[in-house]
C-alpha cells in the first residue's frame, strides 16, 4: 500500500486471513477469489459486502472445474445472483472462467473460450484469465501463452493476470486487430519506445 496506488489482490483461502488483511486495508482491495461451492459464497461475499471490496470469482464448484463451457457460466450466474442479492454491485465482480493446460486435454483453451464468450454476453462482467496455465508441460510456452492471451482477449477477458514484460507486444496487437486502438496508435507509440530502449 505504501509502494503503489493500484488495488491490491488479498489471496487466500482463509476467511480469517482475509478480514484480518482487509481491517487494515486502505481503498479498495481485490479478494481472490469466491468460488460456486455454498461455504464460500456465503463466507467470502459477507466479507466482499462489508469492506467494499471487489471480488474473483472462479468457475468451479463442489464437483471440481466442469469440462462443460456452459457449466462453468452458470455457476458465474450462480456467484454474480448471490453477490447482487447482498447488494455487490456487477461492476466489483470479476469472473475468472479457468484455463487448464492443453498437455493433457487439447480442448482445454476452446472449453474455457467458449465460456468466456458466454460470459461476456450473459452477464457483461470484467473477466480475468491465468493465461499462462494453457501451455503448463509443454515447449516454448511463452508463443503458446501470446496466442491464446489474444483470443481470450478476444472473447472477452478485460483484466489477464500475465506477466507484463512477457506479453505487453501480444496484447497491444490484439487491441489493434480487434479495432480498439485508432489508426494504431498505442502499438506505434510502444514501438517507438522498444526502439529508444534499444538504441540507448
Do not use: W
Request: charged share 25%; with cysteine.
Amino acid at each position: 500500500m505504501d509502494v503503489i496506488d493500484v488495488p491490491l489482490s488479498l489471496d487466500s483461502d482463509n476467511p480469517k486471513a482475509l478480514e484480518a488483511a482487509l481491517k487494515i486495508y486502505h481503498g479498495k482491495p481485490i479478494i481472490n477469489s469466491v468460488t460456486g461451492q455454498e461455504r464460500s459464497l456465503n463466507e467470502v461475499l459477507s466479507l466482499v459486502k462489508e469492506h467494499g471490496a471487489a471480488v474473483i470469482a472462479l468457475t468451479i464448484d463442489d464437483e471440481g472445474i466442469p469440462m462443460d463451457p456452459d457449466r462453468r457460466v452458470a455457476i458465474a450466474h450462480k456467484i454474480v445472483d448471490r453477490a447482487e442479492a447482498l447488494g455487490i454491485p456487477r461492476e466489483d465482480i470479476i469472473v475468472d472462467c479457468l484455463v487448464l493446460t492443453a498437455a493433457t486435454d487439447s480442448g482445454a483453451g476452446l472449453v474455457t473460450l467458449e465460456a468466456i464468450g458466454k460470459v461476456k454476453a450473459e452477464l457483461g462482467v470484467n473477466q480475468t484469465l491465468g493465461a499462462s496455465n494453457i501451455s503448463y508441460g509443454l515447449p516454448d510456452r511463452d508463443v503458446l501463452n501470446s496466442a491464446f492471451l489474444g483470443l481470450a482477449i478476444g472473447a472477452g477477458v478485460t483484466c489477464p493476470t500475465v506477466d507484463v514484460a512477457k506479453v505487453r507486444q501480444a496484447v497491444l496487437a490484439t487491441d489493434l486487430l480487434l479495432g480498439r486502438d485508432s489508426y494504431a496508435q498505442n502499438y506505434i507509440k510502444a514501438y517507438r519506445q522498444s526502439q529508444r530502449l534499444r538504441k540507448s
